[in-house]
């Protein structure tokens, strides 16, 4: 049972990997890449990262990866490998928003900062998948329809123990997940700005 999972988590890593690698690559290139080609990179990557090389490592690189990060949540994970091998919409500003709330308030308190851990309530808490549920609510009725599968699939998958971990927060919620949210925030912000200051350069009188 131990290996198959550890297994299944090196599948799963191995594709991200892959996913990453593509986006990477195609980041760097003049050229937009057909979504075959991104598939058949993502499946070449993540065969690479999978199996063993040799090369005086005795684990596939995939392993060592996990080992730094650990297991991403699982919506960080579909994230990811939807913006690369599913053309869809980019994910709202609210949903960016209320993963950079969340984060500011569970991390200082899962850490020990106040006499409140929630973290707790990740173990068969009702108030936690209430409150995932709104999240999916949030994203629904801001027509984001992949949001509010990405977070039905952790949902099911918490609730099938696809990872090693019992805890719902670790499948919905991870830093490197809080960090996109902070960054594309960042850089929408930004964005709008420049648009702004472009708009107003381009209907300045005279």
Known sequence: MIDWMQNLALIEM?????????????????KTFSFLVKWFMVA??????????????????????RAVTGDLSIVLTLLLWSSVLLPSRPAPISFKLAIVFISFM????????GM???????????????????????????????????IALAVLAWAGHWHESTNLWDYVL???LAIWAVIALV???QRKRRDKARSGYLFRAG
């Open 14 to 30: 191995a594709i991200t990997c892959g996913v990453i690698v593509t986006w990477l690559v195609q980041s760097y290139s003049d």
């Open 174 to 176: 991870d830093p490197l």
């Open 187 to 189: 850089n929408t912000m």
């Open 106 to 113: 569970f991390y200082p308190l899962a850490l020990g900062l």
């Open 44 to 65: 070449l990557v993540a065969n690479i990262f999978f199996w063993p090389l040799g090369l005086g490592m005795q684990l596939p690189l995939a392993a060592y990866v």
């Open 116 to 150: 409140i851990d929630p973290y707790a309530w990740g173990y068969s808490s009702l108030r936690l998948l209430i409150g995932v549920l709104v999240l999916a609510l949030i994203c629904g009725l801001a027509g984001w329809t992949k949001g509010v599968w990405i």
